[in-house]
């Protein structure tokens, strides 16, 4: 039988590269927020094309930081509603309810399973302060509409891309097109750690700041706490590993496309209904 998801062939091929990153970690001595966090944070950020990539725990722990850093921020409070799909995994959800926000579930397009941006304006109303789209299967959401909808009625747009490592509409990646956007590395996905491992990617330099103390405990200097923050940080030797497999994500995702479009080809039969592919 062909196992569905081969992680431990899929992780092996890198395995003498693992091997030399984690005697380097090792033998370094230091294991949080060192020089392979912040290689890493660098290098992510270029491949969205964003200002920042900060590094955190996992793809909720993502989620929930950026919705509490705009409440720092003053740009939500609790009560306030985000507009999310109603397909979306747990996560998702888990994220909005823990920032004391309200999900708000919007129907998905029959066709490509993505949330439809006609169903986010029927859900508009003086509460709502977010949209939270979450880009399924390797697909982005139409982020121009999307963000146009956003656009006129003032409200932050939050990615949920913990299934859209690299994925791109009209020559820009997840991660870049809304407000802040949160990834998995969950081992699953299609740019996995060896462990639980998460970022947030953004172009806003208030929430970046805020960001990067609040998943340490709320502090930029030991022991100086500027809020009630968390622990939730990418550990050295996960973004280490990360850091080489970023390296062939792009490749990976051009064989991932490849078996994708030869089941669209080749899948016929009238009881299964195959996505609708607009990317």
Same mark, same amino acid.
């Given at each position: 039988?062909?196992?569905?998801? &081969?992680? $431990?062939?899929?992780?092996?091929?890198?395995?003498?590269?693992?091997?030399?990153?984690?005697?380097?970690?090792?033998?370094?001595?230091?294991?949080?927020?060192?020089?392979?966090?912040?290689?890493?944070?660098?290098?992510?950020?270029?491949?969205? #094309?964003?200002?920042?990539?900060?590094?955190?725990?996992?793809?909720?722990?993502?989620?929930?930081?950026?919705?509490?850093?705009?409440?720092?921020?003053?740009?939500?409070?609790?009560? &306030?509603?985000?507009?999310?799909?109603?397909?979306?995994?747990?996560?998702?959800?888990?994220?909005?309810?823990?920032? #004391?926000?309200?999900?708000?579930?919007?129907?998905?397009?029959?066709?490509?399973?993505?949330?439809?941006?006609?169903?986010?304006?029927?859900?508009?109303?003086?509460?709502?302060?977010?949209?939270?789209?979450? @880009?399924?299967?390797?697909?982005?959401?139409?982020?121009? $509409?999307?963000?146009?909808?956003?656009?006129? @009625?003032?409200?932050?747009?939050?990615?949920?891309?913990?299934?859209? @490592?690299?994925?791109?509409?009209? &020559? $820009?990646?997840?991660?870049?097109?809304? &407000?802040?956007?949160?990834?998995?590395?969950?081992?699953?996905?299609?740019?996995?750690?060896?462990?639980?491992?998460?970022?947030?990617?953004?172009?806003?330099?208030?929430?970046? #700041?805020?960001?990067?103390?609040? +998943?340490?405990?709320?502090?930029?200097?030991?022991?100086?706490?500027?809020?009630?923050?968390?622990?939730? +940080?990418?550990?050295?030797?996960?973004?280490?590993?990360?850091?080489?497999?970023?390296?062939?994500?792009?490749?990976?995702?051009?064989? +991932?496309?490849?078996?994708?479009?030869?089941?669209?080809?080749?899948?016929?039969?009238?009881?299964?209904?195959?996505?609708?592919? @607009?990317?």
């Amino acid at each position: 039988m062909i196992p569905f998801l &081969d992680l $431990k062939n899929i992780n092996l091929q890198y395995g003498d590269e693992f091997e030399v990153a984690f005697k380097r970690v090792l033998q370094s001595g230091w294991f949080i927020l060192g020089n392979e966090l912040e290689t890493f944070e660098k290098e992510f950020a270029s491949f969205c #094309g964003t200002k920042y990539c900060l590094g955190v725990a996992n793809g909720l722990d993502a989620l929930i930081l950026i919705l509490e850093g705009y409440k720092l921020l003053g740009k939500l409070k609790e009560g &306030d509603e985000v507009i999310v799909p109603a397909n979306t995994y747990i996560a998702s959800i888990l994220a909005i309810s823990k920032a #004391g926000l309200v999900p708000m579930l919007a129907e998905p397009d029959n066709n490509t399973c993505l949330i439809a941006p006609e169903n986010i304006e029927k859900l508009i109303s003086a509460k709502t302060k977010a949209i939270m789209p979450v @880009h399924l299967y390797g697909q982005l959401c139409e982020m121009d $509409k999307v963000c146009e909808i956003a656009k006129l @009625h003032n409200l932050l747009v939050v990615e949920d891309a913990a299934q859209a @490592h690299g994925a791109i509409l009209n &020559d $820009k990646k997840a991660g870049n097109w809304g &407000d802040a956007a949160g990834f998995s590395f969950y081992p699953g996905k299609n740019l996995g750690a060896l462990g639980d491992a998460g970022a947030i990617t953004t172009n806003d330099d208030e929430l970046a #700041g805020i960001l990067k103390a609040y +998943r340490n405990y709320g502090s930029n200097v030991k022991y100086y706490n500027l809020f009630k923050g968390i622990n939730s +940080r990418l550990d050295e030797l996960q973004a280490a590993f990360l850091k080489i497999k970023l390296k062939y994500l792009d490749k990976e995702n051009d064989e +991932r496309r490849a078996i994708a479009c030869c089941y669209l080809e080749n899948i016929r039969n009238e009881k299964i209904v195959l996505p609708t592919c @607009h990317n």
